[in-house]
T-cell receptor, first 113, second 113 residues
Framework: TQLLEQSPQFLSIQEGENLTVYCNSSSVFSSLQWYRQEPGEGPVLLVTVVTGGEVKKLKRLTFQFGDARKDSSLHITAAQTGDTGLYLCAGAGGSGNTGKLIFGQGTTLQVKP | DSGVTQTPKHLITATGQRVTLRCSPRSGDLSVYWYQQSLDQGLQFLIQYYNGEERAKGNILERFSAQQFPDLHSELNLSSLELGDSALYFC????????????FGSGTQLSVL
């Protein structure tokens, strides 16, 4: 069974601080996605990483895929209150040609002004 | 707005009852996915349909069933409801169905009393 473990589960920081969220597995994933979810809404895709060692930047967010494609991290620089939300990593799982995703438990981020 | 429409937004029912959740995918998307999100289990993949046919199955209970109609909308049927079925049910869609970007609806909050 493929599992994704996210850490930390909860993070409360002041505006302007940096943070890193980790997503780890013992399984190899063909790709890994990061989503952000706000209360009352569905998850929204932030980025997809495919190649081992890949680094992608989205403004103040930096995403990295581990060399072995088993882990990933999300780093936020100078967090803002608008970054508050639930961050989810998801790995493409299952065999064959499907879009089944395996999600981590999520990291709830609160950025205080 | 993701373009994925889910109805109803909230549903309150009693144990033993049966409910139907409805999802309209984004225009042109052929794949529909159903996910269940609960506090203890996180976001879990239930089932995927591609162009009317079942493509992948996850942790879906036998009391639950789904289908995708010729117009590509999908319904998730939950029967013999138990207290533990209370959760947020999300529908997502994608253009085809293989490791693609998923667009999530806003979910149906099901409360079983």
């Amino acid at each position: 069974t493929q599992l994704l473990e996210q850490s930390p589960q909860f993070l409360s920081i002041q505006e302007g601080e940096n943070l890193t969220v980790y997503c780890n597995s013992s399984s190899v994933f063909s790709s890994l996605q990061w989503y952000r979810q706000e209360p009352g809404e569905g998850p929204v895709l932030l980025v997809t990483v495919v190649t081992g060692g890949e680094v992608k930047k989205l403004k103040r967010l930096t995403f990295q895929f581990g060399d072995a494609r088993k882990d990933s991290s999300l780093h936020i620089t100078a967090a803002q209150t608008g970054d508050t939300g639930l961050y989810l990593c998801a790995g493409a799982g299952g065999s064959g040609n499907t879009g089944k995703l395996i999600f981590g438990q999520g990291t709830t981020l609160q950025v205080k002004p | 707005d993701s373009g994925v429409t889910q109805t109803p937004k909230h549903l309150i029912t009693a144990t033993g009852q049966r409910v139907t959740l409805r999802c309209s995918p984004r225009s042109g998307d052929l794949s529909v996915y159903w996910y269940q999100q609960s506090l203890d289990q996180g976001l879990q993949f239930l089932i995927q349909y591609y162009n009317g046919e079942e493509r992948a199955k996850g942790n879906i209970l036998e009391r639950f069933s789904a289908q995708q109609f010729p117009d590509l909308h999908s319904e998730l049927n939950l029967s013999s409801l138990e207290l533990g079925d209370s959760a947020l049910y999300f529908c997502a869609s994608s253009r085809r169905g293989s490791n693609e970007k998923l667009f999530f609806g806003s979910g149906t909050q099901l409360s079983v009393l």
